[in-house]
């Protein structure tokens, strides 16, 4: 399994980015994919999670409003829409993928991870 991120940028607070995550080599098209984001000596903060056998979505609370989860099953591809984004959201962001279709915010759940894409908000 192979988990690529991209769109991570350098923005003005209160803007917007679209975080993207290709998937590829799932065992099965029924298969879980959620953000993740860490910053320097913090430890990794779950986002939230799309499963790909009903499309499903789960956002933690932290996060809603601003953040949105979608995918393009077919494409195999999860999306993070950012908006009004502040200097805390500062970060790098992860895709990660479970082979279980599971709505999960823990960290051992997803076996496979990305390279991870770096936001920077600027004030």
């Known amino acids: 399994v192979r988990l690529v991120e991209s769109g991570g940028d350098s923005v003005q607070a209160g803007g917007s980015l679209r975080l993207s995550c290709a998937a590829s080599?799932?065992?099965?098209?029924?298969?879980?994919i959620a953000w993740f984001r860490q910053g320097p000596g913090t430890e990794r903060e779950a986002l939230s999670v799309?499963?790909?056998?009903?499309?499903?979505?789960v956002t933690s609370d932290s996060m809603k409003g601003r953040f949105t989860i979608s995918g393009d099953i077919a494409q195999n591809t999860v999306y993070l829409q950012m908006n009004n984004l502040r200097t805390e959201d500062t970060e790098v962001y992860y895709c990660a993928g479970s082979d279980e279709p599971l709505m999960s915010f823990k960290e051992y759940e997803y076996r496979y991870w990305g390279q991870g894409t770096r936001v920077t908000v600027d004030s």
């Open positions: 799309l499963v790909t056998d009903d499309g499903d979505t």
């Open positions: 080599g799932f065992p099965s098209d029924d298969y879980a």
